[in-house]
């Protein structure tokens, strides 16, 4: 076994584990703590694969935004901040029958998959993959088009909240 | 290789090659050995941090013109370490309420969201990853600092602590983004986000060919520190102490010691980008000088953080985001397409140092006359209103 394989096994049971505690911690704000936990372990699996960018991101948007997001609103919005009520609702049986079809499916499709276990090939000295990555962003015989209809997407999104958030003068 | 261009490179080859004696496969060596490095690394930087807090006590007396610690040592030089023995020895108290594992978990996570950055920190040529996302990472640590300060404000069960460390994720979200903007104009510079490659990439130093992206630089990791004048989370007449005003003892050490140790790393930050890092004269030849020379800049940019606090009083809080939202994020996004488009058209003249230069301050001169119209219409506005006459 190499260290990268001992690296990936250690950081795949964190995610698990906090990911497991996320659903069953009774303290919401512990949940969103396991939850910066769980994302953190994604940003370690993407630089394991040579993404750098995506990692560095991974920990810009999702830790630094949007988990920040989650315990602010669960702050404001709770009286206690402990949520003392039951965890499950009457549709529990529903769900736990839905994540075992799709994990089932899954573990199905991996099985003819010979990508588990093949090494990953070496990358050729001197690949940048931010700068591979910011070409096929803007070239046109790869990926312009979807970007630029999703930056049209969060322009719509931002003018949008700026529009039902905005006072009119004399408006109270 | 020549052991003196590159001895961190030698002594790991050095100590790995012992491991891979002792019958270890080769890359389990690799990275024991640099497991070492970096407990070494982290090890010299918490010992830097002991003569830091030294080193605050005198800028700020001379500010206040005083002398500072004097009895202990020479120059008082031993007083820190009296203050860490009693820091140590303190009780260790927690109030009513608090959530434990949080609240001991603050602290440490602060101190590693400022260790970190010393991963990309370019020391000298050598030393000092050149991540081609650097400019990036140091934005996503900082989120890492940000998280702690929630942990801490709410962990404490404290309304004043809450409010501080609400104070201080609203700032930083904020100003992370002109930082963004301001980080992104010595990388349209040099080509690269790696940070040693910005440093390399300066024959000529970025303060001169963007003076206005170091102004922005200076603003924003000012609020990203959350020293004066932007310490509103700490803000004494209203908060107390803001988030960290239930801990004691060497808690409360840590995060002392972790926000002197951010202003240093920050210094650093501001030698490599703006001031040309380990570039000096000889640093060809000898590359070990280099780490004299970014040392020396560092120990300047945290002077000139010192001279910001101990002479700016603080700011409402109201006034700081007005501050960000309605002048730096549009001065900054301006500033970024201007130097971009300057850049493009002067980097191949004879007089690109110069013409940098002084477009910079043709468009930090419009600016200023900008805001001084716009003062001055707000002010007459205001006076005819007052007078009764009219």
Known sequence: MTVLQLIFLLTAAVILGSAAMVVTAKNLVHAALWLIVTLFGAAVLFAILNAGFIAVIQVVVYIGAIAILFIFAVMLTRREMLDRGPQLNRGWWLSAIIAVIVFGGLAWLLQGWDGLTKTAPALSSGFDSLEALSRALVSPDAYVLPFEVASVLLLAALVGAVYIAFQRKGEE | ?390
Not at chain 2, 355 to 384: C, D, H, P, Q, Y
């Open chain 2, 1 to 390: 290789m020549d052991f003196w261009s590159n001895p961190i490179q030698a002594a790991g080859d050095w100590l790995s090659g012992i491991f891979v004696g002792w019958g270890m496969e080769a890359d389990a060596a690799h990275v024991l050995t640099a497991f070492i490095g970096i407990l070494l690394l982290i090890t010299v930087v918490m010992v830097l941090d002991i003569f830091l807090v030294w080193l605050e006590r005198k800028i700020v007396a001379r500010f206040q013109d005083r002398i500072g610690p004097n009895r202990l040592g020479p120059f008082g030089l031993i007083q820190p370490f009296a203050d860490i023995i009693k820091l140590i020895i303190k009780e260790n108290i927690y109030p009513v309420g608090v959530d434990k594992a949080i609240f001991n978990l603050a602290p440490i996570i602060m101190m590693m969201s400022v260790l970190l950055l010393w991963a990309v920190l370019p020391l000298t040529s050598f030393l000092g990853l050149d991540l081609n996302v650097g400019v990036l990472y140091l934005i996503g640590v900082g989120a890492l600092g940000t998280l702690s300060i929630i942990m801490a404000g709410w962990a404490s069960n404290n309304k004043y602590a809450l409010l501080g460390a609400f104070r201080q994720v609203a700032v930083m979200i904020s100003y992370e983004i002109p930082m963004v903007v301001a980080l992104l104009i010595p990388t349209i510079l040099a080509g690269s986000m790696g940070i040693n490659s910005i440093v390399a990439a300066q024959s000529t130093w970025y303060i001169v060919l963007a003076p206005l992206a170091f102004v922005l630089f200076l603003i924003c990791a000012t609020a990203e520190l959350g020293r004066a004048p932007f310490d509103l989370t700490e803000a004494e007449s209203e908060l107390i102490a803001g988030h960290h005003i239930e801990y004691s003892g060497m808690k409360f050490g840590l995060f002392y010691a972790s926000e002197l140790l951010h202003t240093f790393t920050f210094g650093g930050f501001i030698a490599a980008f703006f001031f040309g890092g380990w570039r000096g004269p000889w640093v060809d030849q000898i590359p070990l000088l280099g780490l004299l020379y970014f040392l020396v800049k560092a120990v300047i940019g945290y002077w000139i953080f010192g001279w910001i606090k101990y002479t700016f009083p603080r700011i409402r809080i109201d006034k700081m985001m007005d501050l960000n939202w309605k002048f730096l994020v549009p001065f900054s996004f301006a500033l970024l397409v201007y130097v971009a488009l300057t850049n493009a058209l002067l980097r191949e003249t004879s007089f690109y140092a110069w013409g940098m230069f002084l477009s910079n301050i043709l468009f930090g001169w419009v600016t200023l006359e900008i805001l001084r119209r716009r003062a001055r219409g707000e002010r007459v506005k205001v006076e005819t209103a007052q007078k009764p006459g009219f």
